[in-house]
C-alpha cells in the first residue's frame, strides 16, 4: 500500500500544472525526466492493482509479453516528435499522457519484467537500445525543427540524451553478458 500512496503522490506531484509546465519547458527534461517518472509512478502503483485483480494480470498477461508489448508500444508512441508537440497544445493528448504512462506503461511493465526470462530481458534492452540510437540519430540530424514547441538545439540536446541512453544500456549488456549475478545472490 504504501508503494501505491508513493506512486500516487508522484503522479500528482507531477501533474501540479506549475511542475508539469517546468518539466515540459526543457525538451530533454520532458522526454527524459518527465515522462520516465510518470512511468515508475505507475510501476510504484501496480503492486495494487496486481494485488486486487491478480486473475486478470494472470488471464492476459500470462508469460509478460502482451504486457511488454502494450508498454513498448505506449513508449514508441511517446518518443514521436509530434507527439511531444501535441502533449503541449492538446488538452486531450496531455491528459493521455498522464494516464498512459502510469497506467499503460508503468503497470504492464511492473507485470512483465518479473515474468520475462534474462534473455526476455535483455532482448527488450536491446530493443530500446536501438530505438534510442534511431531516435538519438534522427533528433541530431534533422535540419528542419521537428517540434514546433521546441528549439533546434533542443532537439539536438535531446539526440545526445538518447545518444547517452543507449550508450547506457550497451554498457549495462555487456556488464550482464560478463558477470553471473547468482553469485552475488
Known sequence: MSQFISGLVLLIVLMIPPVA??????????????????VIAGYFMAR???????????????????????????MVYWMLPRTMDEALTVQTVEAFKFISLPFLAGVPLRDSWKKLSKVGRN???????????????????????????????????????????????????????????????
Open 21 to 38: 509546465r517546468l518539466m515540459e519547458s526543457v525538451m530533454i527534461i520532458h522526454m527524459h525526466m518527465q515522462m520516465p517518472l510518470l
Open 48 to 74: 495494487l492493482f496486481m494485488d486486487r485483480f491478480p486473475s486478470f494480470f494472470e488471464k492476459y498477461n500470462q508469460n509478460g509479453l502482451p504486457g511488454i508489448l502494450l508498454f513498448t508500444i505506449i
Open 123 to 185: 532482448n527488450l534492452i536491446t530493443l530500446f537500445t536501438v530505438m534510442f540510437l534511431g531516435f538519438g540519430w534522427l533528433y541530431i540530424q534533422s535540419n528542419s525543427q521537428l517540434c514546433n514547441n521546441y528549439l533546434v538545439i533542443d532537439q539536438i540536446i535531446l539526440g545526445w540524451g538518447f545518444i547517452t541512453m543507449a550508450i547506457s544500456m550497451v554498457i549495462y549488456l555487456v556488464y550482464s553478458l560478463i558477470v553471473d549475478p547468482s553469485k552475488y545472490e
